[in-house]
Nanobody, 117 residues
Framework: QVQLVESGGGLVQAGGSLRLSCAVS???????IGWYHQAPGKQRELVAV???????RYANSGKGRFTISRDNAKKTVYLQMDNLKPEDTGVYYC????????????WGLGAQVTVSS
């Protein structure tokens, strides 16, 4: 049973924008939801996390370009990505059950983002 479902990925030109969504099922911890990026051939890395109370932490790679938000009523977390760069290419995963400094045990299947130069 998939408990985190990402959507919104796609192909975009450099400088463009995408908004990813993560729909969270009701039976997993949702205090902290994060987005992680895995570039081709590299390890998965934090992009941004958000708590139920609205505390947010961004990795340096996305600061000023990415915005994380959540709608608790809809159990959905969003990642608005602007001014995309080719190095943003990869799979973006939604994560739950962790902290603002550590990923949790729950992962989605990922959404592919491809940024062309």
């Amino acid at each position: 049973q998939v408990q985190l479902v990402e959507s919104g990925g796609g192909l975009v030109q450099a400088g463009g924008s995408l908004r990813l969504s993560c729909a969270v099922s009701a039976n997993i911890p949702t205090n902290v939801i994060g987005w992680y990026h895995q570039a081709p051939g590299k390890q998965r890395e934090l992009v941004a996390v958000i708590t139920t109370g609205g505390t947010i932490r961004y990795a340096n790679s996305g600061k000023g370009r990415f915005t994380i938000s959540r709608d608790n009523a809809k159990k959905t977390v969003y990642l608005q990505m602007d001014n995309l760069k080719p190095e943003d290419t990869g799979v973006y995963y939604c994560n739950a059950g962790g902290t603002t400094y550590r990923s949790g045990a729950y992962w989605g299947l990922g959404a592919q983002v491809t940024v062309s130069s």
